[in-house]
Every structure is written in structure tokens, then in C-alpha cells.
């Protein structure tokens, strides 16, 4: 799965120039919490999230009244907030990819771009649906989580067990075990309740850490 099918698009920007307390309103008009920042020629130069807008304040400040206070706020662009050094990626790069860089980085969101004009943003929220997906959380069934073994042909064999139980896979992801010798799968599995799906795959699995 490729980065511009999750996507977010069509993406909302915004201009260095805009202030401060625009920005948050548009970001809070719209539910999101970042913007990419772009110049009239549609070029990246930033990327501006919900704190940065939120931390925004004048320097000196301290001895302002609340009404000076307000109007040098009002005064301050994103060009003075936003973070200048943008990680980017593009449409065919791999989800997993984009998910691995924003948590190296510590970000919640890439712009996405295509001949250098940014054309969406794939944030945090984009993979934790994508997540709900490949672990079925919407759709109704029998949840397992199993150890297999770490050799060639052992999910085959599982996902058999369930085909001959007449159980229908809805899920299936796999993860790292409890030792270099194995992997952890949990499936969810419709048509078959739980002592119906332990009973099917305890033959083909090493251990099964969880059925509900």
C-alpha cells in the first residue's frame, strides 16, 4: 500500500505571510492540526502544527497590557513559527516507509509531493485508520493471537485450519515473537466462535496467547 492511496487530499495550505491567529482559525475551522506552508508559486517552505500556532508569542512581552499583548500576536506570521526543515515524501512511497520516518523524526505528519507542488498530507490519524483496517477493529468476529513458527509454509498451515473449519478470515497481521524462532500472528476470523477457532488452529500454532 502506497502513501497516495492513504492520503489526505485535497490538501489546505497556507502562505507564510498569513498571521498567526488566521492560521489557528482555519485550523480549527477545518479539524486539523497542521498546514503546509507554501509561497504564491505553490513552492514548500514550511510546516506549521497546532502548537507551533498555539506557542506562538511576541518577545519582551512581559510588561504589555493585554490589549498590546493581543495586537503584537495578531501582528505575528507562520513564516516566524512554522519549521523550515520539512521531511517530505511522495505518492508511491510504501505506508510502512512514511509511518518508519514519522516515528524516527517524531512527527505527526508528511507532505506529500509531486514535481515539487504538494499535493497531500499524510498524517498520524491517516495510519491509525489504516490500522483499524488491518486489525478488522469495525467489522465483527472471533479476534486469535498465536505463536507460530518462523519457517516457511506455517501460516499456510494456519490460515488452512481456518478455511477447513469454515471459518473466514476477515484480518490477518503478523509481528515480531517471543524469540528469533517465531512470529506472532493475531486474525480476525468470521463464522467461527472462539472455542470453534482455538479448537481449528491449536494443531498448527505453538502457543495461543489470546482468543476473544
Known sequence: MLVGQRMSQPVITIHPDMAVQDALNLMRKENIRRFPVVTDSGALVGIVSERDLLHASPSNATSLSVWELNYLIS????????????????????????????????????????????????????????????????????????LVTDVPGELAKLTSAVRDAGGNIIALVTFLGETTENRGVTLKVGRLDGPALRKAVEPVVEKILDVR
Open 75 to 146: 501582528k505575528i506570521k507562520v513564516a516566524s513559527v512554522m519549521s523550515s526543515k520539512v521531511v517530505t515524501v511522495t505518492e508511491d512511497t510504501p505506508v510502512e516507509e512514511a509511518a518508519r520516518i514519522m516515528a524516527d523524526n517524531k512527527i505527526g505528519g508528511l507532505p506529500v509531493e509531486r514535481d515539487a507542488k504538494v499535493v497531500g498530507i499524510i498524517t498520524e490519524t491517516d495510519l491509525f485508520k489504516l490500522f483499524l483496517e488491518l486489525l478488522g477493529a469495525r467489522e465483527t468476529g472471533t479476534r486469535l493471537t498465536a
